[in-house]
């Protein structure tokens, strides 16, 4: 596992988390999709500090270019922040515990491998390279927003809570809880379009529902 980090000194949770999580680590003293240094990396980690705007605006271009699975290190103050930020694989509140970091490096770079594909009406889904088309058109998913769906269209009809889909999905305890799962739905319903969105159901005081 290569992991790209900006900025080159970490604090030292990240550090120690990246050390306990077996990850060759390589500096990224730019955020700029250009740099190979990123782009041979099989993750961006990425410290917010004291200029979040500025990480953030980056950080969207890199995601555009090269699609690459982004963990963010933030306070609570940049929550609201990241709201809007589409390509933000993870994140991770300071101080950083390296143990939960190497649990989401783990998340985020080792897959079970899948040999089929999955599918519902016109939607498709190839696990091998975490594709997605509508009527055989491409569309352009996050990894989580992915991970969300292939799990509601491989488990339809049972209504899930917000905790449990995180549980399934991200597969830890999330810090910001059922806003995050909100989120990913909202924009989830935004990619599939005025026509498909209601594939998936809101289930009142309860959570979500597929198919």
């Known amino acids: 596992m290569i992991v790209a980090v900006h900025p080159a000194e970490s604090s030292e ?7 306990l999580g077996g990850a060759t680590v390589t500096a990224a003293p ?37 699609g690459l699975p982004v963990i963010v290190v933030a306070s609570v103050e ?50 091998l390279n975490y594709q997605a088309s509508l009527a055989g058109d491409p569309l352009d998913l996050t990894f989580m927003e992915y991970e969300l769906l ?9 209504v899930w809570s917000r905790e449990q889909l995180l549980s399934k999905v991200w597969g830890y305890e999330y810090y910001g809880g059922a806003r995050t799962v909100d989120v990913h739905i909202r924009r989830l319903r935004a990619k599939l379009g005025e026509e498909r969105s209601s594939w998936i159901t809101t289930v009142r005081s309860v959570g979500y529902r597929f198919g």
């Open 13 to 19: 949770g990240v550090a120690d988390g990246l050390a």
């Open 78 to 127: 940049h929550l609201l922040l990241m709201e809007g930020v589409a390509g933000i694989s993870d994140f991770l509140m300071t101080p950083v515990d390296p143990l939960e970091l190497r649990l989401r490096l783990q998340r985020l770079t080792i897959t079970e491998p899948v040999d089929h594909l999955v599918e519902f009406k016109d939607l498709e889904l190839n696990p």
């Open 150 to 158: 292939r799990f509601m269209v491989d488990n339809p009809v049972r």
């Open 30 to 66: 730019d955020l700029v999709p250009e740099d190979r240094r990123i782009n041979d990396s099989d993750l961006l980690l990425v410290e917010l500090g004291d200029q979040p705007m500025r990480r953030l605006r980056e950080l969207s271009r890199i995601v555009e270019s090269i």
